[in-house]
C-alpha cells in the first residue's frame, strides 16, 4: 500500500501496482479511468456537468454502429427481495421506458413489470401520446383509456362511444351535443360559429345557418318553435322548422334554455340573471339566486291538498350534486273576443295562461270601444291549451276532425240553455221534478232526463232539460251541489175564474168594476213558495184562456201564446204552416229553399245547407287549405281590392291605422311597400334626432 502526504505533487508519470490511499484529491486537468467496472462509494456525488453523456465512445468519441444495448439508469430497491429498477431509453423498442421490475444483460434490459410515472403536466406532440391516466393532459391522446380535462379534449371519428361523463359542453364537428327534438325533427346548435344541423331520424344531419357566428350555448323547442341561445352578449335566434333562423330582438347571455307552459326561461350558469320570453324573440331581465347553475329541467310535480292531487308546473335547477332550487316561471292567458252586433259575447283562449299566483285583470284592446265589458277572471289549474301536433295525418275527407282527449279534467265552460250536465247523481231526474242549485234561488222544472253515463248510483251522469232555461249569470261553476226534489207541495185549480185577480189589493182591483190603477199587470195570480206548484187552467174576467204560465189563449184578439221550452209532436211527419214570425220581427218566413244560386233574394225564404254549400262554392275558387276570394273585410280591416291592406275606418279617426304586431314577409318581384310610410319614417326618424 503507497500512500501521498498532503501537499506531494508528482509530475511525469505514476504508476501504482496495488492500492493507493488519497485523502483529498484534486485534478486539475482530464481523468481517463480505463477498465471494466467503476466504483464510487460515497455517500453524496456532486457533478457540476449539467448533462450527462452515456453510451458515447472510448473518450468521448462518436459512436459509428449499433451496438444494441440500452441507455439509463439501473436503480437498486429491496422490496422483500433485491429488485432492480430501470429509467432510460430502450434501443431496441425505440422508446423512453420506466420499469419497476427490470433485468440487465451485457448492457440489454428486459422490463418484467413497467412502472407508473407521476407529474403535474404532460405534454404530448402530434399524435404519439398514447395510454394516459391521470390529469392535466394537453395534446393529442391517440389512444387513452380514460381522460379527465379542465381544457378541450379533441378525438379522431369514434364508431361507438359507450359512456360519457359529466360534460358541460361536447363539439361534434360543427355541432354540438346540445340538441333538442320538435316539430318532428332534431336540431343540434355549435358552440362557436354560426352552425347548426337537422335530422329526422338522428343519424343522417344537414349542416343549417345560425343569424349570427356566436358562442351559442343551448337549444330549446316549444310553442312550435326553436330556440337558441348564447353564454355571450348575443340576440337570440328562432326558428319553425330549424333550417330557417331569424335572429331575436335583443341581446341576452345564459347557458341554458329551456320551455314550460308557453314561456321559455333562460339562465346563466354564473351570476344571478335569468330571462323568460314567451316568443323566444322578446326576453324579460329577471333574478334568480347565484347557484352557478349546471342543469335546468321542467315539469309537473304532485301537489296533494286534502286528499286532492293537482300537478303544478315547475323549473329545477341542479348545481353540482346537491345544490338546487325550484321556481315558477309563465305567461301570459290570451283571448280573442267573439263579437256579434258589437258586444262581446265570448272568449276564445288560445294560450291559458300558466303560473299565476293570484287573479290577473282583464284588459280589452278595441280602438272602437264604446263601453267596457265586464268579466270575472278565475283560476283553474291544469288548464288544457292548443295541443301540439306530433303528425296531423293525410287523406282526410271531411273538413273537420274529432279529437279525443283522455284524463279525469273538464271544461270549465258555465253551462247555458235548456240542457245542463249533471253527475254524480243518485238517482235520474223524473219529468216534473223541481232542480234546486245552491246559491241560486231560482226553482226549475226537469221537463226530461237521459243518462249519459253509468246506471247505478252515484255514477250516473245526465243531461237533464229543464224550464226556464239556464242563464250565464246564474250558472254554476263545476262541483256545485245540486238537489232534486221529487216530493213537493201542490195545489190544482181546473177551470178557475180569475176575476181582476193580481191587480192588487180590493182597493186596486176595484172588482166587480174596473181597476183604478191600469198599469197593474196579472202577475201575481198564483204565489209559489218553498218549492211549491201550483197546476192551474182559468179564465180572466176579459176571457183570456190560460193554463199555468206555458199556454195562453186570448179570445178578444185571437193570439195564442206558446211560451214552452219544448215543443213536442211525436208521430208527426210533416208541419206545413203559411208562415213563421220569430220573436219581435216583422219578417214572416214562408219557405225553405234548396235554390243554390239564391234567384228570388228574398227576406222571407232560408235556404238549405246544401244550398248555401252550393251558393259559396260557387264564388269561392277552392284551394286545399289555400281559399281565394277576390277582397276580405275581418273587423275593420280590407285586404284585397287589389293587392292591398287598408282599415275601413275614415283616416283621422281612431282605428284607422293598422297595427302588425308580428314581422311580415313580402314575396314575389312586384310586392312592397307603399312609399307613405318609409316616408314619414324618416321623417319621423330625422323629427326625433332634432329635437334632441
Known amino acids: 500500500m503507497a500512500k501521498l502526504k498532503d ?58 454502429g449499433q451496438d444494441n444495448k440500452e441507455r439509463g439508469i439501473l436503480m437498486h430497491y429491496y422490496n422483500g427481495a433485491a429488485v432492480d429498477a ?23 434490459i428486459v422490463i418484467g413489470t413497467y412502472g407508473n410515472v407521476k407529474a403535474d403536466h404532460y405534454i404530448g406532440e402530434g399524435d404519439q401520446l398514447g395510454n394516459i391516466t391521470g390529469a392535466n393532459v394537453t395534446g393529442t391522446v391517440a389512444s387513452a383509456t380514460a381522460a379527465t380535462t379542465a381544457g378541450t379534449v379533441t378525438t379522431a371519428a369514434q364508431p361507438n362511444i359507450t359512456s360519457v361523463g359529466l360534460l358541460t359542453s361536447l363539439v361534434i364537428g360543427n355541432a354540438t351535443a346540445n340538441t333538442t327534438f320538435g316539430n318532428g325533427i332534431f336540431v343540434a346548435i355549435a358552440s362557436g360559429g354560426n352552425y347548426a344541423a337537422t ?64 314561456v321559455f326561461v333562460a339562465l346563466s350558469a354564473a351570476g344571478a340573471s335569468g330571462w323568460t320570453s314567451e316568443d323566444g ?45 325550484g321556481f315558477l316561471a309563465g305567461c301570459k292567458t290570451k283571448s280573442r273576443a267573439i263579437i256579434t252586433s258589437g258586444i262581446i259575447t265570448q272568449l276564445t283562449s288560445w294560450e291559458p295562461g300558466s303560473a299565476y299566483t293570484s287573479v290577473p285583470t282583464v284588459t280589452f284592446t278595441d280602438p272602437n270601444v264604446t263601453s267596457l265589458a265586464t268579466v270575472v277572471p278565475r283560476l283553474g289549474s291544469g288548464t288544457l291549451s292548443s295541443p301540439t301536433f306530433v303528425s296531423k295525418g293525410s287523406g282526410y275527407n ?58 247505478v248510483a252515484p255514477n250516473i251522469e245526465a243531461n237533464v232539460s229543464i224550464s226556464p232555461g239556464m242563464t250565464t249569470p246564474l250558472s254554476p261553476a263545476n262541483n256545485t251541489t245540486i238537489s232534486i226534489r221529487q216530493k213537493y207541495s201542490q195545489v190544482r185549480l181546473t177551470g178557475h175564474d180569475f176575476l181582476n185577480i193580481g191587480y192588487g189589493n180590493v182597493t186596486q182591483s176595484n172588482y166587480p168594476g174596473v181597476p183604478t190603477e191600469t198599469g197593474l199587470k196579472q202577475e201575481q195570480q198564483i204565489i209559489e213558495t218553498n218549492y211549491g206548484k201550483v197546476f192551474y187552467a182559468s179564465t180572466d174576467q176579459d176571457g183570456n184562456f190560460k193554463v199555468g204560465t206555458l199556454f ?52 222571407n ?19 286545399g287549405s289555400n281559399t281565394q276570394t277576390g277582397q276580405l273585410t275581418a273587423g275593420s280591416v280590407l285586404v284585397g281590392g287589389p293587392n292591398k291592406i287598408s282599415s275601413t275606418v275614415p283616416n283621422g279617426q281612431v282605428g284607422s291605422n293598422i297595427k302588425m304586431t ?11 311597400i307603399g312609399g307613405n310610410m318609409p316616408a314619414f319614417f324618416f321623417f319621423m326618424q330625422h323629427s326625433t334626432k332634432k329635437g334632441r
Open 199 to 262: 335530422s329526422t331520424n338522428g343519424v343522417t344531419w344537414t349542416t343549417r345557418t345560425l343569424p349570427s357566428s356566436t358562442t351559442w350555448s343551448s337549444v330549446a323547442f316549444g310553442q312550435g318553435i326553436f330556440v337558441a341561445i348564447s353564454n355571450t352578449s348575443s340576440v337570440s335566434a328562432y326558428s319553425q322548422d330549424g333550417t330557417t333562423w331569424l335572429p331575436g330582438n335583443m341581446a341576452i347571455f345564459a347557458d341554458h334554455v329551456r320551455y314550460g307552459q308557453g
Open 281 to 325: 324573440s322578446n326576453w324579460l331581465a329577471q333574478t334568480v339566486t347565484n347557484d352557478g347553475y349546471g342543469a335546468v329541467a321542467f315539469g309537473f310535480y304532485a301537489n296533494n291538498v286534502g286528499g286532492v292531487i293537482s300537478y303544478i308546473g315547475r323549473f329545477a335547477t341542479l348545481s353540482g350534486t346537491n345544490v338546487g332550487s
Open 86 to 108: 430501470f429509467m432510460g431509453w430502450h434501443t431496441s423498442n425505440g422508446q423512453f421506458e420506466f420499469g419497476k421490475a427490470a433485468t440487465e444483460t451485457t448492457g440489454n
Open 552 to 603: 195562453g189563449v186570448q179570445q178578444a184578439t185571437g193570439i195564442v201564446t206558446l211560451s214552452a221550452s219544448q215543443f213536442g209532436l211525436t208521430g208527426l211527419n210533416t208541419l206545413s204552416l203559411g208562415g213563421i214570425a220569430v220573436g219581435g220581427s216583422s219578417v214572416v218566413v214562408s219557405q225553405f229553399s234548396t235554390d243554390g244560386n239564391f234567384v228570388a233574394n228574398s227576406d
Open 7 to 64: 501537499g506531494t505533487r508528482v509530475y511525469g508519470g505514476l504508476q501504482v501496482d496495488q492500492t493507493l490511499t488519497v485523502a483529498n484529491i484534486t485534478i486539475s486537468g482530464n481523468l481517463y479511468v480505463n477498465g471494466t467496472t467503476t466504483a464510487v462509494n460515497s455517500t453524496v456525488t456532486q457533478v457540476e456537468d449539467p448533462i450527462f453523456e452515456l453510451g458515447g465512445g472510448a473518450n468521448g468519441a462518436a459512436l459509428t
Open 662 to 672: 308580428s314581422k311580415i314577409n313580402f314575396t314575389g318581384s312586384t310586392t312592397g
Open 398 to 455: 271531411n273538413t273537420s276532425t274529432a279529437i279525443q282527449v283522455t284524463g279525469n279534467g273538464y271544461a270549465d265552460a258555465f253551462q247555458s240553455g235548456l240542457t245542463i250536465i249533471l253527475d254524480q247523481l243518485s238517482r235520474l231526474p223524473l219529468p216534473g221534478d223541481n232542480l234546486v242549485i245552491t246559491g241560486v234561488d231560482q226553482v226549475y222544472k226537469v221537463t226530461s232526463a237521459t243518462a249519459v253515463f253509468g246506471t
Open 605 to 623: 225564404v232560408i235556404p238549405t245547407q246544401k244550398a248555401i254549400k252550393t251558393y259559396l262554392t260557387s264564388r269561392l275558387s277552392q284551394g
